[in-house]
């Protein structure tokens, strides 16, 4: 998702780019069931990815806008609530399959003669050379490039081999994930529920039913993978606490070990690292591809600039920029939700009372909850000029 948005961003300004992955994305066809895995997409990605031309392809595809956030402590009564009319925008942000956007934007890049889609190929070794990049791919092809962007996900190939150390936790938490229908609407409305064992989310899909995401620790997550799937909704239900009534399907499950990592350095001469290459956070406020995408506009930004002014798009100064630029936000939204788990994971009797008592009293005060909601939805803050808003 995010590689790809880079690609058409730099594609779009005539740069030669050669984008290589591992496994073709397919389309969706109308009535397909929906997949397991689902973004929560801010406003900043959503003006992104129109500038790249791709918005519109996932909304013709299935993407769900959601106009309420509902937020709650399972051991007490705070409470908070979000609705996109307090911000005078038309929502709060939408819930898209990952293969939806992954298509779209695909779909995007194949339209630009100037960018190679190299797929299905592996990228098996790389040698850095200062101005050259040697790439070897699977087929024993060789590609070189001024440039190597490592977009490649969590596990990195890119930033292993360019020697680039990760400073990693494991939050001690599986996130399982599946897709459930219940009798009552979800009222285009983001739940969450903060359990002791960690955060539940109930998140709207075009037909009413919901992706959900239940972060809990390890063992927790395991029995809830493994157990039949009648207990499975009797405990999901006694989670959620009804609240969006009785489920009556769900589907298969499937479940993704959650740990925080942060790269020491995001370039390097010659080398940068966007995306889950270069940071992946908690997925409770679900803003891993979000701070992602800012990546890629912020790169495509910081090497546009250098072009202009006839500088060395690939040079460590050029590159710094970006880091600087990405890092410090990066840092902070990382840090932010390693404290709201460590804050809502916390079973102290004062500790809840002044959780509970603090979500009460932020959504009384509208104006300091309306400046927390547009910071998490990238209305605000330092946006590349991609993702700033033209109006919604
Ligand atoms: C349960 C869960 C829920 C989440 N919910 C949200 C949410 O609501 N909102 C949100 O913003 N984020 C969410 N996230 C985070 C989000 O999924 C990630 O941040 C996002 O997928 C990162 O995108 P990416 O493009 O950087 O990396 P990836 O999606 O990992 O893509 C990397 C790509 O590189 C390819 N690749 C890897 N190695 C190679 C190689 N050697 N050669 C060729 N190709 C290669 C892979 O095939 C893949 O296509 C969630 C995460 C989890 C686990």
């Not at 989670?239 to 298969?252: C, D, P, R, W, Y």
């Not at 804050?343 to 300091?368: D, I, M």
């Amino acid at each position: 998702m995010v590689g790809l948005t880079l690609a058409c961003a730099l594609g779009q300004q005539q740069f030669k780019i050669a984008v290589v992955e591992a496994f073709q994305p397919a389309d969706i066809n109308p009535g397909d069931d929906y997949e397991l895995r689902v973004s929560a997409i801010s406003k900043s990605s959503q003006q992104i990815l129109q500038n790249v031309n791709a918005w519109q392809g996932m909304l013709n595809r299935r993407a769900c806008a959601y106009q309420h956030m509902q937020v709650w402590d399972a051991t007490g009564d705070g409470n908070i609530h979000f609705d996109a009319a307090d911000l005078g925008i038309d929502s709060l942000g939408h819930i898209i399959e990952n293969k939806v956007i992954q298509f779209s934007l695909l779909e995007q890049c194949l339209q630009l003669p100037n960018v190679d889609w190299l797929c299905p190929q592996q990228v098996i070794d790389i040698s850095f050379s200062g101005n050259q990049q040697k790439i070897t791919l699977n087929n024993a092809n060789i590609i070189t490039a001024k440039l190597l962007v490592g977009a490649d996900g969590a596990n990195s190939k890119v930033r292993e081999t360019a020697g680039i150390d990760i400073n990693q936790s494991p939050y001690e938490q599986k996130a399982v994930v599946a897709v459930v229908k219940s009798n009552l609407h979800h009222k285009d409305t983001a739940w969450q529920r903060f359990l002791p064992s960690g955060p539940l989310a109930f998140l709207p899909l075009g037909d009413g039913s919901c992706s959900i995401v239940w972060s809990a620790e390890n063992q927790r997550a395991d029995e809830l993978l493994e157990m039949d799937e009648a207990t499975f909704i009797n405990e999901l239900q006694d989670a959620f606490e009804n609240t969006l009534g009785k489920i009556e399907k769900v589907s298969q499950r499937a479940a993704f070990p959650l740990v925080r990592r942060h790269a020491n350095e995001y370039v390097k001469t010659g080398l940068a690292l966007i995306g889950d290459a270069a940071h992946t956070i908690h997925p409770l406020a679900g803003q891993g591809v979000n701070l992602g995408l800012l990546d890629a506009a912020a790169l495509a930004e910081t090497i546009l600039q250098a072009r202009v002014q006839g500088k060395d798009i690939a040079s460590l100064t050029t590159l710094r920029k970006y880091e600087r630029w990405r890092r410090a936000d990066n840092s902070l939204m990382m840090y932010s939700m390693s404290g709201f788990k460590s804050l809502f994971s916390n079973e102290q009797t004062e500790l809840s009372f002044v959780r509970n008592a603090g979500l009460n009293l932020v959504n009384g005060l509208g104006p300091v909850k309306n400046k927390l909601m547009r910071h998490a939805l990238g209305l605000e803050g330092d946006l590349p000029e991609m993702a700033k808003s033209t109006g919604w």
